[in-house]
Every structure is written in structure tokens, then in C-alpha cells.
């Protein structure tokens, strides 16, 4: 594969991101003064913006990198639902699939900064289990919005959106469609039957099999993984150690260094992995392939500050 090409591998290839979509809110102000109400500080407000988190970030990473996102996920039937279609339209992600869920609450995650810190977090979260109509709906907007797509994410952030039934679901769904299907997990919804390739990072791939990811030797324990589900191959993702790929059948496993550089930030390393497995996977390319790339597009935006993207001329630069 030449660097050359891949711009145009990528570019308008489509990619279904299925998800549990967050809306990333940030207050920044300055503290001057102690409340006279209780022992806080008082920020006095000059800023507030918000970003696309969750699946979400996954299809900014597609898009960036070249792709066109198509997003199906629930949002609820309030302002902030609206404020995260308006923001993901500015993107330029295909909102379609977006479903403002009756009854529902949009997920939001408020950080309040003042002077470069963050002063307090404050989650909006009030999940819980998709009712039938709108796990009905959102399966008929998978459905309609799967024409045409190179590859499916399933980006589960474990705050609702997928029941088992949902992702088995999902799992045939691809299979019927022969389009490569990536996860990016949570134990809670293990095993993801029909998954192409899932992206655990240690604490994930721990809670599959109830022990940790050995420190040494991975192989017997992706072995283990692959034995327990029907995946055709699994990519761990180790932080600064890098990632190690095993696809089933083989008798080795691949290890592939992270890239050394200033690390600003690894917020969002996992999006940006999925959304360059997916274009990959979904251009033809080989696991291994595919792995390298992602693994060096997420070395770029651990380099950036907050939740970042990586564009096709920084992972070319990179490569
Ligand atoms: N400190 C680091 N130095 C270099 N590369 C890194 C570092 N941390 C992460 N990466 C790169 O990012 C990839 C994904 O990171 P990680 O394993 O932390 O995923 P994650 O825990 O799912 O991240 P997220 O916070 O997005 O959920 C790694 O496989 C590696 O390529
Ligand atoms: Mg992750």
C-alpha cells in the first residue's frame, strides 16, 4: 500500500457508527472570590462550547481522515438533543440516523475550568434500557442507512444503547451484508457475536475473561478470547505499549510498538482506532494493515490536547 493512495482509499468511502452518543459541554471562566454559600469556588463564566463525544468522536475521526460517517444513535427529547444534531450537522456527519428518544435524556458530561483546570465534572447520565419502539426504530434506521456502507462501528460507551438482542442483531445483519463489522467494547455486552474485529484495551479485555492481559506473553490469552466468541480476529489496544493483533487461527501474535512522542493526551485514542480500522478494513486492506495505520493515526492524536481527530496528511506525515 502506497501512502499516496490512501487519501483516495478513503475519501467518501462510507462507514455505519452505531452508538451511545454524549454530548461534551466545557464552561470556562475565572475564580476570583469563595462562594459566601458553601466552601467553592465561585467561576465566573467567559466561555461555553460543546463537542461531540462517544460514537460521535468516532465518525469526527472517519470524517476527518476523509470518510463520509453516517450516525445512528439516541439522543433525548430535549435541548441538548438538539444542540448535539445542530453540532453534529456543523461537522458534517450525516444525522439521519440521529433519534431524539421520547422520554429520553440526552447523555452530557460538563466540565466547569477555570485557570487551565478543571474545577468539577458534572454528569448528565440517566441511562437505562432502550424500550422496544425505539430499539424498533433504531434497527429500521440500521436497516435503511446500511446501503452502500464499506464497514460497520459499533461504538458501545456501555450507557444503553445496545441490548444483546440489538447487537446479535447487528452481527447477522453485517454478515448478511458482508461488510466488515469493528467494536469497540465494553464487558457488560461481551461477546459480540459476529464482530469481524473488536478493540479491547486492557481493562476491557480483563473484564471479558475475569483476568488480567499478562504483562508478558499475550497469545494465549487472544487465543482464550477468540476460543470464547466468533470473531475472526482481536486487536488489543495497550496505551503506551502499543497493540497487539491476533487473527484467528494463526500461531503468533502481532505486536505492534507505540509510536514514541510527546503524549499531550489519550482521550479519545480508542475513536480514532475504530474509526482507521473501519476505513481500512472497509478499503480491503489486511488486519495487520489496517492495525498500522491505526496505530500510528492514534500516536497523532495523543499528541493533540482534549479529544482530538487525526486528518489523512497528519497519518500520511506519520507513516
Ligand atoms: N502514551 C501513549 N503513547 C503512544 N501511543 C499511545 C499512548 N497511549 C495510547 N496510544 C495509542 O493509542 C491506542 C489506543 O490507546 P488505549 O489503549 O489507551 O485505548 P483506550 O483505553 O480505548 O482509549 P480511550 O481513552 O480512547 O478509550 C494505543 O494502542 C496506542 O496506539
Ligand atoms: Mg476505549
Redesign the pocket.
Known sequence: MKKNDLGSLFRNSKVLVVGDLILDRFITGSVRRISPEAPVPVVEVAEEKSALGGAANVANNIKALGGTAVLVGIVGDDSFGKEFVSEAKKAGLETGGIIPGRGRTTIVKTRVMAHHQQVVRVDREKTGAVPAALQAKMRSLIEKKIAGVKALVVSDYAKGTFSREMLKWIGDKTREKKIPYIV?PKPANFPYPGATIV?P??GEAQGFLNKPVPSGDILPFAKELLSKTDWKAVLL????E??ALYERGSSKIEKIP????E?YD????????VAVMSLALGAGLSFRESALL??SA??VV?GKIGTATCSIEELKRSL
Open positions: 469497540d478493540t484495551n486492557r489496544t495497550l496505551g503506551d502499543g497493540m507505540a509510536r514514541v512522542r503524549v489519550v482521550t479519545g485514542a480508542g475513536d480514532t482506532v491505526a496505530n492514534a500516536s495523543v
